[in-house]
């Protein structure tokens, strides 16, 4: 899908898609808020889930918030690019607002588990660039949950039995940052995104400006 960059020369691009996934508390929703707050060029796939807002979440911002019945119906209607359930709720990335934005020449970023990433990478892989962010220590997953204190303790105490399960699946990933220092992997993370969006495979302008290079008389 193209995406234009205006540095002189338009050069247009094939979008990407890139996820992030993590244990819960690893740093993901930190980190990807940054990237999308520095990068005119990257939006946000807002994602539907069943699960109540936390104090301070906003509905369309971090995610649409509906019941069962909505989502079986979304469900139905073939309206997700995947959907999955995660923590004992449902969750699901819409295809419409994903495929107008890579249109129009925007890439997208996903927060979502690993079964969401399995699942859009199978559908379009060399569109995809995954990345998975892990904690310090189990220690530090459990301080930064409980700092954020966004959850009751019974809901931190499911999320940390369930880390485990999410990071054995690490090796499904093009990238893995080791998120300790906060600058430093939102630095890694700004470095690989700006080397993905660089790819030879993404510049459809370069084949037609290379002809036009080639056919200039010295
Ligand atoms: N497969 C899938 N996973 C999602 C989607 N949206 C969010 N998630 C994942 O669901 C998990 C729980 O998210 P959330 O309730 O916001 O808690 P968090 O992990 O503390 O950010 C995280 O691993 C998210 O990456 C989605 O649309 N699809
Ligand atoms: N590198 C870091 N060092 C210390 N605290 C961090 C770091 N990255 C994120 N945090 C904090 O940890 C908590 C969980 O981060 P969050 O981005 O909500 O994680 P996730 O989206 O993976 O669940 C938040 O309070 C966040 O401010």
């Not at 690893?26 to 994602?47: I, N, Q, V």
């Not at 301070?56 to 989502?71: S, T, W």
């Not at 890579?102 to 690993?114: A, E, M, P, T």
Request: net charge negative; glycine share 6%; aromatic share 6%.
């Amino acid at each position: 899908m193209p995406n234009t960059e205006t540095t002189g020369t338009q050069r247009i691009k094939r979008g990407l898609m890139l996820i992030v996934s993590s244990p819960s508390g690893a740093g993901k929703t930190s980190l990807c808020r940054r990237l999308m707050a520095d990068h005119a060029d990257l939006d946000l796939s807002t994602s539907v889930t069943t699960r109540k807002p936390r104090p301070g979440e906003q509905e369309g911002r971090e995610y649409h918030f509906i019941d069962d019945a909505r989502m079986d119906k979304l469900v139905k209607e073939d309206a997700f690019l995947e959907h999955a359930a995660v923590h004992d709720h449902r969750y699901g990335s819409l295809r419409e607002p994903v495929e107008r934005a890579l249109s129009q020449g925007q890439n997208v970023l996903f927060d979502i588990d690993w079964q969401g990433a399995q699942r859009i990478s199978a559908k379009a892989p060399s569109d995809v660039v995954r990345i998975f962010i892990l904690p310090p220590s189990m220690v530090e997953l459990k301080r930064r949950l409980i700092a954020r204190a966004q959850d009751e303790m019974a809901v931190i105490e499911r999320r940390l039995q369930r880390a485990k399960g999410e990071i054995s699946h690490w090796a499904e990933y093009d990238y893995v940052i080791l998120n300790d220092d906060f600058d430093r992997s939102y630095a890694e993370l700004v470095h690989i995104y700006h080397a993905e969006v660089a790819r030879r495979s993404r510049g459809l302008w370069i084949a037609p400006f290379v002809d036009e290079l080639m056919s200039e008389t010295i």
